[in-house]
């Protein structure tokens, strides 16, 4: 059993950045991938990014690309989420999420998903 906790979220303005935490619960934290996914007020949850057990290989939706990065302590059973240059579309719950499987976003079903921290960014 893992239990996630999301934090960080919050109001912005266009062009500013935000760092959302996800802490991890248990000992098996390296054994998961983990996947950052958000979703949008009225529309599904789409996936953001995710990186693999010990950080090797990292994956990211076109749309934040070149502006979020996606990393992990082990150490701290803590996963990041570092969002620069934000933009409106951005706005959205942000949700971590654990997969035993694989990190790559075609097989990424999540295991264990997190309560969500919002993120609103002002035009």
């Known amino acids: 059993q893992v239990q996630l906790v999301e934090s960080g979220g919050g109001l912005v303005q266009a062009g500013d950045s935000l760092r959302l935490s996800c802490a991890a619960s248990?000992?098996?934290?390296?054994?998961?991938?983990m996947g950052w996914f958000r979703q949008a007020p009225g529309k599904e949850r789409d996936f953001v990014a995710a990186?693999?057990?010990?950080?090797?290989?990292?994956y990211y939706a076109d749309s934040v690309k070149d502006r979020f990065t996606i990393s992990r302590d082990n150490a701290k059973n803590t996963v990041y989420l570092q969002m620069n240059s934000l933009i409106p579309e951005d706005t959205a719950i942000y949700y971590c999420?654990?997969?035993?499987?694989?990190?790559?976003?075609?097989?990424?079903?999540?295991?264990?998903w997190g309560q969500g921290t919002p993120v609103t960014v002002s035009s």
């Open positions: 990186i693999s057990w010990i950080g090797g290989v990292k």
């Open positions: 248990g000992r098996a934290f390296s054994t998961y991938a």
């Open positions: 999420a654990a997969d035993r499987t694989s990190p790559q976003p075609s097989d990424f079903e999540g295991d264990y």
